[in-house]
């Protein structure tokens, strides 16, 4: 089956495994596990920072929708809801982060780009949909 044919359920494969994430200077920021689950082309995501953060996504593909969706929780409270697919090879999911203060959401963009060594996660925001977008984080996953 051809690149072309291929059902969208396992655009994401690439992302799963054990996985030692590291910043942009090479430090360790923590780990995270990444499985198939249901059988369905789901994805589980665990992430263990180095520190007190942890967080959990689970990620499908919404054939009525045709994108695919993360719901994103951790243990600071957050909460973050993102749609969106493949392209280019690499995943991007958008969405609106609620803010704390109540003020009005930002726009979230985060894209997984597999790379030689692993995958590369870089999430960005931005204030209007009219400013630039400011990275908030980008993790380099080795396999572990």
């Known amino acids: 089956m051809s690149t072309d044919e291929r059902s969208p359920e396992h655009d994401f494969d690439f992302w799963i495994g054990e996985w030692e994430v590291f910043g942009p200077k090479g430090k360790q920021l923590g780990v995270s596990s990444i499985t198939a689950v249901l059988g369905t082309g789901a994805l589980a995501e665990h992430w263990r920072g180095l520190g007190e953060m942890e967080g959990r996504s689970l990620n499908s593909y919404d054939p009525v929708r045709g994108c695919w969706h993360q ?3 951790d243990s ?10 493949l392209v280019d090879g690499s995943m991007v999911l958008e969405g609106l982060a609620p803010l704390e203060d109540g003020s009005t959401p930002q726009p979230q963009r985060i894209t997984w780009t597999p790379v030689v060594d692993g995958v590369r996660q870089h999430w960005q925001t931005r204030a209007g949909d009219d400013d630039p977008w400011t990275t908030l984080f980008d993790g380099h996953y080795r396999r572990a």
């Open 71 to 73: 719901t994103w929780v």
């Open 76 to 85: 600071g409270g957050s909460v973050l809801l993102l749609d969106g697919g």
